[in-house]
């Protein structure tokens, strides 16, 4: 039993960078829509880039590509999720307070886990693990076996 979760625990960095790059892209579809019309939502149709909806679509889409490549990821992890708090707060938690009810699920969801990056740090698949050269720490740790 040892051995399993020793071997589970071995991929824990890189599955770390994999929520990252998976949370990024599907950060950046949000801002993608707001700012490029990519995908097409009739309701950033007519966006003004100076618009509250726009500086939020700037934020979501290069924020989201800073952290797919994972590049100051901890500065802009830390401001995501208070972006995403705000946008929370400001847009979804006037209707009610349930997450479920009030369509705020995704804004909290990318609260923690811009929390979660902020303090764990991006993993070892990042430019910032590059550039701390931790290269090497790409590749899982061999578990020990125990005879």
Do not use: C
Request: charged share 10%.
């Amino acid at each position: 039993m040892s051995t399993e979760r020793d071997a589970l625990q071995a991929w824990a960095p890189q599955l770390r960078s994999v929520l990252r790059i998976v949370t990024a892209l599907l950060f950046m579809q949000h801002g993608s829509a707001k700012l490029f019309h990519l995908p097409y939502q009739a309701a950033f149709a007519h966006l003004h880039l100076m618009s509250l909806l726009g500086v939020q679509g700037i934020l979501e889409f290069f924020g989201g590509l800073l952290l797919l490549v994972g590049f100051l990821s901890r500065p802009v992890a830390f401001l995501l999720a208070g972006d995403m708090a705000v946008a929370f707060f400001m847009v979804h938690f006037k209707k009610t307070w349930l997450p479920i009810l009030n369509g705020g699920d995704l804004a909290v969801l990318f609260t923690f886990v811009y929390l979660y990056l902020w303090f764990a740090g991006p993993g070892p698949w990042s430019i910032d693990a590059w550039l701390r050269g931790n290269r090497a720490a790409a590749a899982p740790a061999q578990p020990k076996v125990v005879a």
